[in-house]
């Protein structure tokens, strides 16, 4: 709508002899460039630099992390569907965690339905020592927390208006709508 590319200005020439990218989305850019299947690897792993997995020592890991990302502000989602999502998953996992830490995004502060009293809303960065579980959409931090060790799951909802193979580069995911009435729960991505 306003002229930019999906994928980035200038992305995909053919300049290299492979190109490591984050997911499928991009793969199938290049793929339409004139890349061959065989000179686009995805890796979000290798993109994002991590050596290996950091053990997190933690004490007693009885907190689960909820990080937000605005999405009926950016367009994804309507409010209504956004507060659907943030109300079911904050209430499922408050009943399996002591704690839930709802991270609101630095880009906007999203305001949240009542949510139960164990649920912490959070603007500043959360202390990592007691978490047992990190959940989002589908935000990079998910990436970024995988190094330590930590079950991280993207939330995968029928009514977000987004190219489902961004959830090709997340570890785990859970279904919302069909476990929208049901525990929170996960499986490994395929």
Wanted: aromatic share 12%; glycine share 4%; hydrophobic share 40%.
């Amino acid at each position: 709508l306003l002229g930019y590319s999906l994928v980035g200005e200038g992305f995909g020439p053919k300049s290299t002899d492979l190109y490591i990218v984050y997911n499928s989305l991009y793969k199938d850019h290049l793929k339409s460039l004139g890349w061959d299947e065989d000179e686009v690897k995805v890796s979000s792993y290798l993109l994002k630099g991590e050596d290996g997995i950091i053990e997190f020592v933690a004490e007693d890991k009885q907190t689960a992390v909820f990080f937000l990302q605005c999405l009926s502000k950016l367009g994804i989602t309507s409010h209504e569907n956004e507060m659907i999502l943030i109300k079911n998953i904050a209430t499922k996992l408050s009943r399996m965690y002591d704690y839930v830490i709802i991270k609101q995004h630095p880009y906007a502060k999203i305001n949240l339905p009542k949510l139960p009293k164990n649920c912490i809303e959070a603007n500043q960065k959360v202390e990592m020592r007691n978490v047992g579980l990190i959940v989002s959409a589908f935000s990079t931090a998910l990436l970024d927390f995988e190094k330590y060790n930590i079950p991280c799951v993207a939330i995968k909802y029928d009514k977000l208006n987004v190219d489902f193979s961004i959830y090709d580069q997340f570890l785990n995911i859970h279904e919302f709508d069909t476990n929208i009435n049901k525990e929170f729960n996960f499986v490994k991505n395929q």
